[in-house]
């Protein structure tokens, strides 16, 4: 197995088998309840990095060997500077360029920040990158994780199939997820209140009954009867639980942790 794995590697067919088994061994010793079971196995079957799979799991105890992940490297900016100058040279306009990567401002210019998604600001931007990005905001589910979001829609060139894309500060298409339900009811960003969604992450801790949340993560998606935002909490101790609420913040249902 490669040393250099990061939350970014995308993740092998292997991998995910390997999360799913993690997940029936936590289900089989009491850790997870049969509903968080099947529906952390869902999330695992689709999975598109290391990541995503390290979120299912970072609150599980297990003695199953998985990857471990590294930070991943910072770029080096003398190496950036390098690269510009050489690049300048080539072309004539050293000067002007060896400049610019000099200047720290300039070299910055090469990474960007992660978003904060679970924040009134972060969430609010990726509702309107998501409404720009596909001319509406209508989208079949969202997982929307502290710094990226999953978000699933029907494939524009083959609508009863479904596309995954990944929002990290832009959207990106990854991948198609399968067949599409028939008849499957979209849920419209713009009747979403960003104030809702926090507010029910902020509360989390505290209304599932786990302390100090250290995994934490909200769905979106229409259930048999009407559209929610799911709430997922674990943390470190291995207590977890999870809430299921109406667009509106009214909560319908609680499923805390219980020593």
């Known amino acids: 197995m490669s040393d250099n794995l990061t939350r970014e590697t995308r993740a092998r067919n292997a991998d995910r088998e390997a999360t799913c088994a993690v997940l029936d061994s936590a ?16 999330l695992a079957t689709v999975a598109i990095t290391l990541g995503d799979l390290e979120e299912l799991t970072s609150d599980i ?4 060997s998985l990857p471990v992940l590294h930070a991943k490297a910072a770029t080096d900016r003398r190496w950036i ?3 510009i100058i050489a690049l300048s040279v080539a072309s004539g306009i050293g000067f002007g360029i060896a400049r610019m990567a000099s200047d720290s401002t300039a070299v910055s210019t090469f990474s960007t920040a992660e978003p904060k998604l679970h924040t009134v600001s972060g969430l609010t931007a990726m509702f309107r990158a998501i409404e720009t990005k596909f001319g509406s905001g209508l989208v079949d589910e969202m997982i929307i994780y502290p710094t990226y979001a999953r978000v699933t829609r029907p494939d524009p060139a083959a609508p009863r199939k479904s596309l995954d894309s990944r929002y990290d500060g832009e959207l990106v298409e990854t991948s198609s997820v399968g067949t599409r ?15 809702v969604v926090i507010a029910l992450l902020d509360g989390a801790g505290s209304t599932t009954a786990v302390q100090n949340p250290s ?10 009867t009407e559209p929610t935002i799911q709430i997922h909490a674990g943390n470190d101790l291995g207590e977890s639980g999870h809430l299921t609420a109406a667009l509106d913040g009214e909560i319908m249902s609680i499923y805390p942790f219980k020593p």
């Not at 105890?61 to 199953?64: D, K, L, R, V």
């Open 181 to 195: 339900e028939p008849g499957l009811v979209q849920i419209d960003v713009a009747e979403l209140d960003p104030r």
């Open 27 to 42: 289900c089989a010793d009491g850790q997870l309840t049969a509903t968080e079971h099947a529906e952390l196995t869902e």
């Open 61 to 64: 105890q297990t003695e199953a």
């Open 215 to 224: 995994t934490l993560y909200a769905v979106v998606d229409q259930t048999e």
């Open 81 to 83: 500077a390098v690269v």
